[in-house]
């Protein structure tokens, strides 16, 4: 899921070294909106939507002053795919796969193909909506958590 971030000023957090290993103790807000919605039968539908995401005050310095971008694909009554790419400030990025179950606020994601300072990157962590935001129809905002971990070689 996509998350925007907006930082201003200098933070320690960017001076800070990247270590090859550590946990991912991440909050993060996501944004999104639905590309494309195709119903199939009943209530189901096939659809396709993006989002951004802003990682924000977070104890892991993988995930701290990212954003991310990401799609998604799946069915409304069954399991989402979704894939998001990591930025920094200095370009470096990471690729995120996540799945959960249609309906469900959590699901599990795998940390890979990175560039720069992140290549070789590993890592898997849970993820949870932890506070559901006002949005409009066809669009979500939410507050979330992500926890596990990843190696850099």
Do not use: H
Request: glycine content about 14%; proline content about 4%; hydrophobic content about 30%.
């Amino acid at each position: 899921m996509p998350v925007l971030s907006l930082m201003a000023g200098a933070s320690a957090a960017w001076a800070q070294t990247l270590p090859k290993q550590g946990n991912i103790e991440a909050t993060y807000t996501a944004s999104g909106a639905d590309v494309r919605n195709i119903s199939v039968s009943g209530d189901d539908a096939v659809y396709l939507f993006e989002s951004t995401l802003l990682m924000t005050n977070n104890k892991s310095p993988l995930m701290q002053n990212v954003t991310a971008r990401c799609v998604e694909a799946g069915f409304s009554a069954g399991t989402a795919t979704g894939y998001c790419v990591y930025s920094d400030k200095d370009g470096d990025k990471f690729i995120e796969s996540y799945t959960y179950q249609g309906g469900t606020p959590k699901g599990k994601g795998t940390i890979g193909s990175g560039t720069g300072k992140y290549k070789g990157i590993e890592g898997q962590f849970d993820w949870q909506q932890v506070v559901a935001l006002p949005s409009d129809k066809g669009t979500y905002n939410y507050v979330g958590k992500k926890t596990g971990s990843y190696r850099i070689p």
